[in-house]
């Protein structure tokens, strides 16, 4: 995996194993990010060193309106950046297998792709819809600090809503609302359901 269109298409092949095994589970949102992540290993065949989990990377100074209005509602005495913590993250071989928060800049330039991951894990309770669009606008933000660095990022939201409660699942008009935020955004989105599955693929921006 050495550029984006590798890890588009290690994403697209390793897509249907991740529906399939999430689908015969019910689990925690991190647990999903678990497999997710065990999924891009194993059938995506991507090397240990190009994958994190959890990667905290510091922004310091940030030139995005989103990402100074984060850090500014910090406290006092941590304000002056923000630390995105993508769910999973795929790199490129010049990452040598080390995402360290004190190695935050050359994280964020050896970045291919960021991915959120949101499940259906609350009793009685649909994902919220602003949730997922709370993400899709932070990924948008992530992916401008990448550039104002001279580097490029492909940011991806997936989206477990595999509750066996239909009540607990999200409502047509809520997808709608958080595909047309992606398309808006330029941001990748891939949803299934106990059924179904739905996409907004990744657009150049």
Aim: net charge positive.
């Amino acid at each position: 995996m050495n550029n984006q269109n590798d890890a588009k298409d290690i994403f697209l092949r390793t897509w249907p194993s991740i529906v399939k095994e999430c689908r015969l589970v019910f689990g925690s949102e991190l647990h999903y990010q678990a497999m997710i992540y065990h999924c891009f290993r194993t059938y995506g065949k991507v090397p240990i060193e190009q994958i994190g989990m959890n990667v905290k990377m510091w922004i310091d100074s940030p030139n995005s309106e989103l990402f100074k209005k984060y850090g500014k509602d910090k406290h006092p005495d941590f304000q002056g950046g923000f630390e995105p913590i993508p769910d999973i993250v795929l790199f490129k071989p010049s990452i040598n297998g080390d995402w360290r928060r004190r190695n935050y800049e050359n994280t964020i330039k050896k970045m291919l792709m960021a991915i959120e991951v949101k499940a259906s894990e609350n009793l009685n309770k649909r994902i919220n819809p602003k949730s997922i669009i709370d993400d899709i606008l932070k990924l948008d933000a992530h992916r401008d600090e990448v550039r104002s660095l001279g580097a490029s990022v492909i940011p991806t939201v997936i989206i477990v809503d595999t509750a066996p409660d239909e009540k607990e699942r999200m409502l047509p008009s809520s997808l709608e609302r958080v595909k047309n935020s992606a398309e808006k955004n330029s941001v990748g989105l891939f949803y299934f359901s106990r059924t179904g599955t739905a996409m907004v693929e990744w657009n150049k921006k």
